[in-house]
């Protein structure tokens, strides 16, 4: 069974980058056709699509976040991971990793447990 | 960008009650999923493409719809199932996007 484990800074200040990895194990991130993913929660809010990468390296990001978002991959550590640049307060939030059927079928079938990431002077 | 909208935003049920969620898309949408999220936990994938149980997942959950209006229903409400659940739609990356979630408590 595959897992997933988010690590993070727990705490950035204002208008610096985030960045939070995730090791995957049960599995190498390589096998298949599946895409890896990040999905994010505010405090008290709704999940929100962050986006995903492919072993090879290619990457899907949500057009919201897209000019300050890179995701990348590390197939020899098995880990994938997301860098937030220019980060407000407004990025707060719990930072889930999650892998993701496929290109075609794009469920989050497995998710880490998240990881809290708080932006504040 | 396509929205997505459920409702109720939250609702108390008892113990047995049969319970109805429903995710309504601002376009015809082709794919939808849906997730529990439980307090303070990882959300949990339920239901994907509309109506297919994920493996392990009780039978007592179900899915349904098509264009812009889908449903998740609960046959029979258990204690465990108090959480809130979210919808999600898909099409051609990057086109992703969750419902803002309904919390369902227990009367």
């Known amino acids: 069974q595959v897992q997933l484990q988010e690590s993070g800074p727990g705490l950035v200040k204002p208008s610096q980058t985030l960045s939070v990895s995730c090791s995957v194990s049960?599995?190498?991130?390589?096998?298949?056709?599946?895409?890896w993913g990040w999905i994010r929660q505010q405090p008290g809010k709704a999940l929100e699509w962050i986006g995903c990468?492919?072993?090879?390296?290619?990457?899907y990001y949500n057009p919201s976040l897209k000019s300050r978002l890179i995701i990348s991959v590390d197939t020899s550590k098995n880990e994938f991971s997301l860098r937030l640049s220019s980060v407000t307060a407004a990025d707060t939030a719990v930072y889930y990793c999650a892998r993701i059927r496929g290109l075609y079928s794009i469920w989050f079938e497995h998710w880490g447990q998240g990881t809290l990431v708080t932006v504040s002077s | 960008d396509i929205q997505m909208t459920q409702s109720p935003s939250s609702l108390s049920a008892s113990v047995g009650d049969r319970v109805t969620i429903t995710c309504q898309a601002s376009?015809?949408?082709?794919?939808l999923n849906w997730y529990q999220q439980k307090r303070r936990k990882a959300p949990k994938l339920l239901i994907y493409?509309?109506?297919n149980l994920e493996a392990g997942v009780p039978s007592r959950f179900s899915g349904s719809g098509s264009g812009t209006e889908f449903t998740l229903t609960i046959s029979s409400l258990q204690p465990e199932d108090i959480a809130t659940y979210y919808c999600q739609q898909y099409g051609d990356l990057p086109q992703v996007a969750f419902g803002g979630g309904t919390n369902i408590e227990i009367k």
């Open positions: 493409d509309a109506s």
């Open positions: 990468i492919h072993h090879s390296g290619r990457t």
């Open positions: 049960g599995g190498s991130i390589r096998r298949g056709g599946y895409y």
């Open positions: 376009q015809d949408i082709k794919y």
